[in-house]
């Protein structure tokens, strides 16, 4: 094996075993720090010796060996000192095997304690990058914007609060997953949207983070095989990062999905996605719950994922679709979606009848003013349509989206 | 177990009925707190809970100087002050924030949780 193939194994272990790891030692020894500490030292340790040693026969296994005596040397040290004299006790592991079975229950009960509803939203986003997706704090920190160490304050104090106010590392029961679960489908989506379309700085789109996104996605899919909403927001978030390539044009332009080559769309992405929505329609033809806003979502994308240009898209189901989302999620920037299908199937004017009474609510929303531009536009409320693009751009962060609403203000007719 | 202190808060001024909108809200306010606290008892959650005389009834001391000086009203000025709480022992946040939630609609306010000091996060303060 030459170095860049150890290099090669040791990305794509940490990026299969990070989580489960450091799952492992936090259930063991019931503290995340010394869990991420130990497992972090534990991967120092392969990258210094696999070159010379060669790669284990079981990766996963010599790095839960190797990390554990790195957890127990760093206890001693510290009973040594007196400090955790009665972390003591944690050194025999008394808590009971794992059930084998599809079911990682470790790895889930680690998503649920960084996503825990008791931790502030960018508290519980970044624990979960950190402690789930394995990502450095140099990494989340560049990905949000943020100082590095803010970003590392950050994460200690959600790790310290954790630790003070003991919030349990266990599942809840059947009934809390449920609804807590919705809590920690929102962190990975808010994750996504940030990668999707990046609030702010000079890259429009972030993949480390769409593509980060995606993976805590199939994680929950593997550990929660079963659940409607898990299924829809994998397909949710494949459907929509499918077309990541036609997004941006050369100049760095953004490109609506009307405009896109949908040629350059990944049909991989969009084959699994479609998969996830089909199984998710025959479990809810076979009595499953009614499908939630991730699997609405899900198939509205689909609906826009088989269509062979915009105009042939299907318009119809689509509102229908949306009729059903407002159902679930009765909020303004849903029915700000539902204005733009019903201006396809309607016209401008049926669309800004449902946008006009938005744009008290959401003022400070720049995807409002642009949909309204768009609508004012092809009413030929030209003079309007400038006021709502000049809003638009002076709302979004995004340098893309930018570019693309000054041309289209560019081209009004006036 | 665990301790953890449940927090309500009144405002700061006395105002009539304990703050509530009416005496009958008042006092169902009472009642339903007494219902949440025999539950405590019976859970075996309860260590202490109490409410409080009106904060501008306090008196801020400091004793650090050769003799205390004192002060009338609060230690903190704000709109609102501290006017009852619960000390309970509940297994972990989870069932401390069920306990919180019910604890809130019984005495219809908003409840801050805090947990307290353990023996061994002392031991590690001690030696940080």
Redesign the interface.
């Known amino acids: 094996m030459t170095p860049g193939d150890v290099d090669e194994v040791l990305a794509r272990v940490h990026r299969e075993e990070w989580a489960r790891l450091v799952a492992v030692l936090a259930r063991r020894f019931g503290d995340l720090d010394l869990a991420e500490d130990a497992a972090g030292a534990a991967f120092l340790e392969a990258v210094r010796r696999w070159p010379n040693d060669g790669v284990p026969a079981n990766p996963g296994g010599w790095l839960t060996t190797a990390a554990s005596r790195k957890a127990i040397d760093q206890l001693r040290r510290e009973s040594v000192?007196?400090?955790?004299?009665?972390?003591a006790h944690m050194l025999d592991d008394r808590t009971p095997p794992e059930p084998t079975g599809p079911v990682d229950d470790d790895r889930l009960r680690l998503v649920f304690v960084c996503a825990?509803p008791?931790l502030a939203m960018e508290a519980r986003v970044a624990l979960t990058l950190r402690l789930v997706g394995g990502l450095t704090v140099k990494e989340i920190a560049r990905a949000f914007l943020v100082g590095e160490t803010a970003m590392a304050q950050r994460i200690t104090r959600a790790k310290a609060k954790i630790k003070?106010?003991?919030?349990?590392y266990?599942l809840?029961d059947a009934d809390?997953v449920r609804e807590r679960l919705g809590g920690v489908l929102a962190v990975v989506f808010l994750i996504f949207n940030e990668g999707y379309l990046a609030g702010a700085g000079d890259d429009p789109l972030r993949p480390e983070l769409t593509d980060e996104a995606i993976r805590l996605g199939r994680l929950l899919r593997t550990l929660l095989p079963d659940d409607g909403e898990v299924a829809g927001l994998l397909a949710l978030m494949l459907l929509t990062d499918a077309r990541r390539d036609a997004r941006v044009d050369p100049s760095g332009e953004l490109v609506t999905l009307a405009e896109q080559d949908r040629g350059r769309w990944d049909p991989g992405q969009i084959a699994e996605g479609l998969t996830l929505v089909r199984e998710r329609l025959a479990a809810v033809a076979a009595g499953a719950p009614a499908p939630g806003r991730y699997q609405l979502l899900a198939a509205i994308n689909a609906v826009h994922a088989t269509a062979s240009s915009a105009a042939d898209t299907d318009w119809g189901q689509i509102l229908t679709l949306y009729d059903r989302l407002l159902k679930v999620d009765p909020s303004p920037i849903v029915r700000l979606n539902r204005a733009v299908a019903l201006t396809e199937l309607y016209g401008p004017d049926s669309g800004l009848r449902e946008l006009d009474p938005l744009v008290a609510v959401l003022d400070g929303y720049h995807a409002l003013h642009a949909a309204r531009a768009e609508l004012l536009r092809r009413a030929g409320r030209s003079d309007e349509a400038a006021t709502a693009y000049s809003r638009a751009i002076a709302l979004t962060g995004n340098p893309a989206e930018q570019a693309y609403l000054a041309r289209r203000r560019a081209e009004l007719d006036r | 177990m665990p301790r953890y202190l449940l927090s309500g808060f009144g405002p700061a001024e006395p105002a009539s009925f304990g703050g509530y909108p009416s005496q009958a809200e008042m006092l169902q306010a009472f009642d339903d707190t007494g219902v949440f606290n025999d539950r405590l008892v019976r859970d075996g959650h309860f260590v202490f809970a109490d409410g409080l005389q009106p904060a501008d009834t306090a008196t801020t001391v400091d004793g650090q100087a050769d003799s205390p000086v004192m002060t009338d009203g609060p230690y903190l000025e704000t709109k609102e002050h501290l006017a009852g709480f619960w000390v309970i022992e509940a297994a972990d946040l989870d069932v401390a924030i069920a306990l919180a939630a019910e604890g809130s609609r019984a005495c219809r306010g908003r409840v801050e949780v805090r947990p307290f000091h353990t023996a061994d996060s002392i031991q590690a303060l001690r030696e940080s």
């Open positions: 000192r007196g400090v955790k004299y009665q972390a825990h008791a003070a106010a003991h919030i349990p266990t809840p809390a």
